[in-house]
């Protein structure tokens, strides 16, 4: 029954290759994001997604691409992947825009 | 550059104790919520408190809102061990439905 469910927890991978983590959420939430959390604990939005239709689309490197089959999933896709990569990914849900954000458990994607 | 500051970055308190965080933010915002992160978990949303609000009550939570000063506190009465945890404010800055922009954390630490 967790509400915003993210696969995989852990992703080990060497430089240069191509990963997806996928994001499900089974409260009817409209409006779903993704974030990196850097070594530091720094959270910052990368995309967000309000019924299937990209709102968000922060300043991030174009080997980064979100996709919204339906409302209830927000995958992300990482080409070539960098040492710089290396971080924590939250997916998070709301009902609306301007409301409580539910998060995910993460997935720390590590860089060989 | 960072939306929110937290203040301070680490707190270590006895249980029973209570706990004030501090949050400072640089523009208009439309809300400012609190959200916890335990170690290796996602964040779980405590408060969120809007621009035309002063303060709110939620158990033992109570948050303050001062929007000429552009600052917010989070105060946690009787501290458990189990409120051991890192503390974020995040903004929803005016005109950017949906967009938090997430502080740098408090992380508290209650001790028996």
């Known amino acids: 029954d967790t509400a915003v469910s993210q696969t995989p927890k852990y992703l080990v991978t060497q430089m240069g290759n191509d990963k997806s983590i996928k994001c499900e959420q089974n409260?009817?939430?409209?409006?779903m994001y993704w974030y990196k959390q850097d070594s530091k604990k720094f959270l910052k939005i990368m995309f967000s997604y309000n019924n299937k239709e990209l709102i968000i689309n922060e300043t991030v490197p174009n080997r980064f691409s979100p996709k919204s089959p339906d409302k209830a999933h927000l995958n992300l896709h990482i080409n070539s992947l960098e040492l710089g990569d290396s971080a924590v990914y939250f997916c998070?849900?709301?009902?609306?825009?301007?409301?409580?954000?539910?998060f995910g458990d993460g997935t720390r994607l590590s860089i060989l | 550059s960072q939306q929110g500051e937290e203040d301070p970055q680490a707190l270590s308190i006895q249980e029973g104790e209570n706990a004030t965080m501090n949050c400072s933010y640089k523009t208009s915002i439309n809300n400012l919520q609190w959200y916890r992160q335990n170690s290796g978990r996602g964040l779980v949303h405590l408060i969120l408190?809007?621009?035309?609000?002063r303060e709110k009550h939620s158990g033992r939570l109570r948050v303050t809102l001062d929007t000429s000063k552009k600052s917010s506190s989070l105060l946690i009465t009787a501290s458990r061990a189990a409120d051991t945890a890192s503390y974020f404010c995040?903004?929803?800055?005016?005109?950017?439905?949906?967009?938090?922009?997430f502080g740098t954390g408090t992380r508290l630490q209650v001790t028996l």
């Open positions: 995040a903004t929803e800055v005016a005109g950017t439905a949906s967009k938090l922009t």
């Open positions: 408190i809007r621009s035309n609000e």
């Open positions: 998070a849900s709301s009902q609306a825009q301007d409301q409580p954000q539910h």
């Open positions: 409260l009817g939430h409209d409006t």
